[in-house]
């Protein structure tokens, strides 16, 4: 599954939940609902700067503030992104109680929110390559090995456009088993 379908599959994801958010009635049911959608938001925010061959983010907070630095969201939405984070730490961590009206009373805007900001990151890599060194890449191997090599396995940071930090996908090092055929 490339990383643009990945992308697609948690924003469906976020849809379902946004969906059965404005069905449910009960404050419990409601605050569970909330951090299931902004989980899948962030991490649908998680992927995308792997998308773009970026380093992640650093923490949940940080990831609105990286996907506005590479142009994959507005400042706004950068900001509700990092708000978010915030309400999802309160729900899993029980930071702080929340008056279930409050609860209530935000889930109106999380949903809406959460689709909105996932389809802009969507819709601001769908005109991106993303990852387009690992296809040029993934091509000239299959030039070289075409007639040598039975079966090859690519692996390392840069296909899935992990490198660590400080490096680029194409200083990557590029590792490959191949077996052989008879012939070579």
Not at 6 to 34: D, F, K, N, T
Not at 41 to 68: K, V
Not at 74 to 82: H, I, M, N, Q
Not at 138 to 163: N, S
Request: hydrophobic share 40%.
């Amino acid at each position: 599954m490339d990383a643009l379908q990945r992308l697609r599959r948690q924003l469906e994801l976020i849809r379902a939940y946004a969906a059965e958010l404005g069905e449910e009635r009960s404050s419990p049911g409601v605050e569970r609902l909330e951090q299931l959608i902004i989980q899948a938001l962030l991490d649908l925010g998680a992927m995308a700067p792997s998308a773009l061959g970026a380093p992640p983010a650093r923490s949940y907070g940080q990831i609105g503030y990286e996907l506005y630095r590479r142009g994959a969201l507005s400042k706004e939405d950068a900001a509700v992104l990092r708000a978010m984070a915030g309400l999802r730490n309160i729900h899993v961590h029980g930071y702080a109680a929340v008056e279930p009206e409050k609860v209530v009373e935000c889930s109106k805007r999380v949903g809406q929110d959460a689709l909105r900001i996932a389809e802009a990151i969507i819709s601001a890599l769908e005109g991106r390559g993303i990852n387009p060194l690992e296809e040029e890449a993934v091509a000239k191997i299959r030039d070289v090995l075409r007639g040598r090599v039975r079966l090859a396995y690519l692996f390392g940071g840069g296909p899935r456009g992990t490198a660590s930090r400080g490096t680029t996908t194409s200083q990557c090092t590029w590792r490959a088993v191949a077996t052989f055929t008879s012939s070579a």
